[in-house]
T-cell receptor, first 112, second 111 residues
Framework: ETGVTQSPTHLIKTRGQQVTLRCSSQ?????VSWYQQALGQGPQFIFQ???????GRGNFPPRFSGLQFPNYSSELNVNALELDDSALYLCASSGQGLPPLHFGNGTRLTVT | DAKTTQPPSMDCAEGRAANLPCNHSTISGNEYVYWYRQIHSQGPQYIIHGLKNNETNKMASLIITEDRKSSTLILPHATLRDTAVYYCIVRSLNTGNQFYFGTGTSLTVIP
């Protein structure tokens, strides 16, 4: 039990649509990160939010965006969905410094 | 950022020790070694981390070589529930939560 919950667990969207994925972090965790995991691959870093501002981004286009809220929840938004966006999307949270990163169980997104 | 190299797969007999190697030859002095595992359909689970000393917790032991260029995760008595993909990650304050996972080692514990 990591205290990081994600919703929904599964989602099916059509190419070109927009999607919002949600994450609820552990209380007190002021840093949230999002990862994309394609089938058979390790997770890839999308971006990170600290105190409601993006402060790190991986190699993902601007149509991937996020929000972090004061109540330790966050969102990942993806616009203009492409077939290659089909993946498991993982949210992870931590406190300051280098404590272990705690992951949720992800949202499985399928784009058809 | 230092990257890691792990064997793609390993088998281990149930009840025996599982020794999972990781090469991180370009690690710098302020980078920690973290280990996570991912059981099918779940998010990655934190196992252990260390800087240069060997570490042990309820789940595993971490042995880091003196030159810090490699490490070994040891599961002392592997069970079927330890079957998972194991990731070795190098992390620093500069990289923060931007983990480079690679493809990890798929460990299969055999009855």
């Amino acid at each position: 039990e990591t205290g990081v919950t994600q919703s929904p667990t599964h989602l099916i969207k059509t190419r070109g649509q927009q999607v919002t994925l949600r994450c609820s972090s552990q209380s007190g965790h002021n840093t949230v990160s999002w990862y994309q995991q394609a089938l058979g691959q390790g997770p890839q870093f999308i971006f990170q939010y600290y105190r409601e501002e993006e402060n790190g981004r991986g190699n993902f286009p601007p149509r991937f965006s996020g929000l972090q809220f004061p109540n330790y929840s966050s969102e990942l938004n993806v616009n203009a969905l492409e077939l290659d966006d089909s993946a498991l999307y993982l949210c992870a949270s931590s406190g300051q410094g280098l404590p272990p990163l705690h992951f949720g169980n992800g949202t499985r997104l399928t784009v058809t | 950022d230092a990257k890691t190299t792990q064997p793609p797969s390993m088998d281990c007999a149930e009840g025996r020790a599982a020794n999972l190697p990781c090469n991180h030859s370009t690690i710098s002095g302020n980078e920690y070694v973290y280990w996570y595992r991912q059981i099918h359909s779940q998010g990655p689970q934190y196992i252990i981390h260390g800087l240069k000393n060997n570490e042990t917790n309820k789940m595993a032991s971490l042995i880091i070589t003196e030159d810090r260029k490699s490490s070994t995760l040891i599961l002392p008595h592997a069970t079927l529930r330890d079957t998972a993909v194991y990731y070795c990650i190098v992390r620093s304050l500069n990289t923060g939560n931007q983990f480079y996972f690679g493809t990890g080692t798929s460990l299969t514990v055999i009855p």
